[in-house]
């Protein structure tokens, strides 16, 4: 017999009734108490702390997190370390802990988070936010698909990869509270609990968007941020705009010079070469891949009115423009009246707020300084200009896996959905998977989600696909007994 293991390009072998023996698990889980204790989950509005400045008077964040907590204790496995990491102001951090199955076995890290968008209105499945509904094979609610089956998807991975009767990796289960305020705690709770998680081999984040159900997507690179407030001051009191038109700049016109220095405004081309880069290798491939693999159009997801032409019309470029080019929002503007109150005046001062997009390897200092500069440097008609950047996030570009891991996904997803894995390059940003990459640079990185077109995270009527749930356990938990 060919002991395929040994080779490092092809997955672990385990038998059809091993197999058979995980999806069962992880079926019967998920149809049982998983998502009993999900439902309950979601009743809790552990409102993630940029949305609720008093998070830590109400209590959801720790009522959420400490019920996973005792969830997973009450697993009874007696290998399993449970612990909540508090730190002084900070919202907690769940990390569990189980060793392998072996001494030397390899170390990999799950990535979930528990805290939650706000409920905002506009719900009809369901009679708001946190009233859990199961109908037609989704669960309905906050925090369901974003991201609290996290926790459901990790344990029942282990559970199954154990149940094989295969080795398995040690695991560290990793859950925070934060994440849709950008993980601003996560990077100290993951410095304080440095020994815990030492070096992962493979960091599996479980929070991304899938395009689609068809195969297990996974999300190979996404797009940083830079945030910033461009201000222009002319006088130092409004004025007459009959007296003082024609004379006196108006602020909004040199702070249309000062956009034209960044943007083409007749293409949305970012012009400042500091916001480009080289496509890494294997990038183009991607966007190729992207494109010849059934995926629709981007447009057809956004609600454009008809006969609006996007500024890309070909699938490829679409793609390929959104994962790797700068692109700039007008987000806020400060400074004006409402229209039905403005009289004819020239304004003193304005305010504008950008968003950049920047390339997923662009380093987002130095694209919030090239930025900077070409704002402030000479200003038209010496205006005043100040520019304050309220963030500069880093994208992420995700190095391919290991030969072997990548086999593991390739079968993972050929057995759990019929099509073989694919790559997605992303246009938006998740902060904390640039932020594990980067901490643990020798680990795989395998970014995946159950959020699919479906899912309306961060909108009225979000749901979990529970076939879409059980099939990405299904597939972690193949990748875990067959990745290394
Ligand atoms: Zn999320």
Redesign the pocket.
Known sequence: MVNTAASPSTPTTISADALATMADTINERWAGDFLTHLQKMVRIPAVSPSFAPEWAADGHLDAIVEYAADWLNAQGDPDLTVTISRLPGQTPLLIATLPGSTPDAKNVLLYG?LDKQPGGGGWTATSGPWEPLVKDGYLYGRGSA??VYALFAMWGAIVAAKASGADYPSTTLLLEAS??SSSCDLPDHIDALADIIGQPDLVVCL?AFTPNYERLWSTSSLRGIVVMDVTVSILSATTHSGDAGSIVPSPFRIMRQLFDRIEDSSTGEILLPELTVELPDGAAEIIDQMSDSGLDFPTADFPMLENITPDHVDLRTQFLKRAWTSSVTYAGMDGFPSSRQAASVILPSITTRLSVRIPPTLDPQAAAAALTAAFETSPPSNAQVTVDVIAAEAGFSALPLSDKLAAAVQSASQRNYGKPSANFAAGVTIPFVGMLGRRFPAANVLTIGALGPDSN?HSPNEALNLDAAARITRAVSEILVTGF
Request: charged share 70%; proline share 14%.
């Open positions: 988070h974003d991201d994440e849709e929070d995270p």
